[in-house]
């Protein structure tokens, strides 16, 4: 099984983006960020290095992701417009530096941290602004510029699972 393939069974969250142009762009990120970041598979990479926990990557990426869906369709319910291709691939991505950060690049958990490394590897792959945004604007590194609708709604996601599990484990 090759890459792409792996990415397409590891993340069925992928089946919610409508484009297919964007489906395939997501899973090309991520073959390339697991390629050049020396992974060979995503199991076992760890969600965070602050914390202690077993909770992995994919893990974390898909309650990130699944989190994101459910609050946008409760927005959607109330008149606020969320385009939801963009939400999944911002989701799906918001982390996929860390496959650089983790590796043995180590200049990059030192000097380019994920937020910044995903969203050049998402720039140089070709995804649209908006998720090269998402992805950019997910964590505190974000915290002073404007973040469009899906990069808040990605930004809080990612700190509810961040922080939900910090506390659970008294961290």
Known sequence: ????????????????????????????VYCKAMVEGGWDSLDGVPFTKVIKTDIAYITHVKVV????????????????????????????????GKLFEY????????????????????MACG?????????????KEGDLGKRIPEAVIIHHCDFIHFETVKAITGQ
């Open 65 to 96: 992701t699944n989190c994101a869906i459910q609050a946008a369709k409760t927005l959607e319910e109330y008149g606020i417009k969320i385009n939801k291709d963009y939400l999944v691939a911002g989701g799906l991505l918001h982390d996929v």
């Open 1 to 28: 099984m090759g890459f792409a393939d792996y990415i397409e069974e590891t993340f069925l969250e992928l089946r919610e983006i409508k484009s297919e142009d964007l489906r395939n762009k997501v899973v090309e």
């Open 127 to 139: 995804l649209p602004a908006e998720v090269v945004h998402i992805i950019a604007m997910h964590a």
């Open 103 to 122: 590796s043995d690049l180590q200049k990059h958990e030192k000097l380019v941290r994920h937020p910044f490394s995903g969203a050049g590897l998402a």
